[in-house]
DNA sequence: TTCACTATCGAATAGGTATTCAATGCTCCA
DNA sequence: TGGAGCATTGAATACCTATTCGATAGTGAA
């Protein structure tokens, strides 16, 4: 098959004799097809490896050689894709509840399932977590996770302290223990309420050398795991005592507030909304929390939308797990950017 | 590297998990369609570089990156022409699977690949595709396909009802489905079986709104996206739950009828053969049928070759796109017109 | 013919990927 | 409960591929 001379009028296809042609697909199929290596293919034709290289590169920019993904069923990687392109984002996972209209019940299992497994792949170990506590999608996460034999994390830290009455106080602590057996890693809680009563008993509880060796190690967090807050009522918070009073949450929502992560309030655009809630809140701060390399808000159902769009233009977020019905909707947003 | 695989059903959902599934196909994007090192890939998903290796080569292994060699089109060029001639079709291409004795499973990628090349040629924006469903044929064309970043089609509708049980009825939309997204265009669903139980059954649901729209739509369509069916059984077919029964394969085969097109049959001649079944075709009608100014057939294999000449003689077609074995034959019909 | 320019080629090697290997976890059976 | 056997993992590395770079040949103008 060696060499051809150069034929003088061909018709010349995407510019080339089709004697050239004919090479491209031989060697394609050589590789593609038979498996062969490119040494193997050099020696048979009797030419150079980098030439087989060349016009194996040649034959895909022709589109002899094309390769292409095709998505199974149920997976929604374009989906994934568009919204990771559109905010910004590391990472997506859209989990599928896998019914037409779902409850919140059903979200709430499905993304965390999603979460659980986002976590069991990446957390491979060294990580120190923060988790800010009292969410019902991350008890959901956690729940979902197996646990691992292996430490797949150092450290897991509650960055924000207990709400409502010390039951719930307790109730807090316990996520941040469950996540700490599960992946193997020393825990560290915050025994405080996350709201203090007042700015001054703030000041006091943050001063006990117990609370202030916990803040002290968020700065050194390489990822948070977050639930997002919406201000629609959620069902825990009501249950757990209203943490923020009624006036309070309205308050906020003048000020423009829709939602918010580790009691860090945002507006519509995702900007930081100031409250006097800020100094009574008892956890991590702003400013600490935009430091980390790597925040996973796990957060779906469509009560949560409008937070979570707001946070992920705020750029509060690096990886989000949600379900498909908030995902449907976010990569129908136009771009605002 | 074998490629050898008699993988003739769905993406091949290898009794994983969808969020492996979700993962593999996460990565196979990353790596195949925006062209990211493995390295880049796993600092990204926090896995590491072997593990991505891995993840792409079961990718490859479940199908859900295939790589294809297409015979460049002009290989062929006498043959194409020679049966354009001899049938009057405005385009021929010739697929060549690239073995001496290629299996249907070899001769389906061949023609699906070089369906694919020639879609997304020819299809240049403002196209109005109508698509049979439920044909392997299709499939492989569409899956051969890369998406296009630019719209090249206004709108995709389907032409024929799901065929069968309710588990292939959806996989008839995903045929649609999938290449409007290709080919960014609007998807027009069919949500009706493609053969009613009785004429009556049939006037029913074309009564309904939901079906008469679509109806409505067949006669604006630019071109027909078509397989053709042979009265061979087909594994599809067969496997989907025999959506014509025995029975009414052999009163069509004493009719004469050798073939269809959007389940309108035709005899050896192509004369259109008319049946009791045709008061109970949920899908487009032959005149409408006949006035699409394109009508693409893709369609290959040795079991199909009658019907195959029988749609060529009978005009029903304007582009075939085949494998080398039938054009060969073709080609060597005599002119008998 | 000569010269300048460009295209093409292969040796060397940089770059990227797949595999090995040892460690560890899981499953199943005694 | 213990442990044999199998599966999975990432670090190290062998392997394979793509690119660089200098050499050579073709091309066209003077």
Redesign the pocket.
């Known amino acids: 098959m060696p060499t051809e001379r ?1 034929n003088l009028r061909e018709p010349a296809i995407g510019g080339l004799a089709p004697s050239q042609l004919r090479l491209l697909t031989k060697v394609a199929r050589m ?1 593609h097809e038979h498996g062969m ?4 293919i050099a020696e048979q034709l009797h ?8 016009l ?2 040649q034959a895909t920019e022709l589109g002899i050689v094309r390769t292409t993904v095709v998505t199974p069923s149920g997976v929604h990687a374009e989906l994934e894709e568009r919204i990771e392109r559109r905010f910004g984002l590391r990472d997506v996972v859209v989990a599928d509840p896998g019914q037409p209209a779902p409850g919140e019940q059903s979200v709430l299992q499905a993304i965390g399932a999603a979460g659980a497994v986002y976590l069991e ?1 990446t957390l ?2 060294g990580d120190r977590i923060g988790i800010s506590s009292w969410s019902s999608t991350l008890l959901a996460t956690v729940d979902a996770m ?5 430490p797949v994390a150092e450290r897991v830290v509650q960055v924000i302290g207990g709400v409502g009455n010390s039951t719930s106080q307790v109730y807090a602590t316990r996520l941040a223990d469950r996540l700490a057996i599960l992946t193997g890693a020393e825990a560290v809680f915050l025994p405080a309420p996350g709201l203090a009563s007042s700015p001054a008993a703030r000041e006091v509880l943050m001063s006990d050398p117990h609370i202030s060796d916990v803040l002290a190690t968020y700065g050194g967090l390489s990822m948070l795991l977050a639930g997002l807050g919406s201000l629609e009522p959620s069902p825990l918070l009501v249950e757990s005592g209203n943490a923020i009073a009624d006036g309070e949450q309205e308050a906020l929502r003048e000020l423009g507030a829709v939602g918010d992560i580790c009691l860090r309030f945002f507006d519509e655009k995702g900007q930081a909304v100031r409250s006097p809630l800020d100094d009574r809140v008892l956890g991590i701060d702003v400013e600490t929390l935009r430091s980390i390399p790597r925040v996973v808000a796990i957060a779906g159902g469509s009560r949560k939308y409008t937070a979570i769009r707001a946070a992920l233009r705020g750029g509060w977020v690096d990886v989000l797990v949600t379900d498909l019905g908030v995902a449907r909707r976010l990569a129908a947003e136009p771009d605002d950017r």
Chains 1, 2 share one sequence.
């Open positions: 150069s590789y290596r490119q040494p193997q030419i150079s490896q980098p030439r087989v290289s060349r194996l590169k792949t491979t170990g197996r646990p691992r034999p292996t």
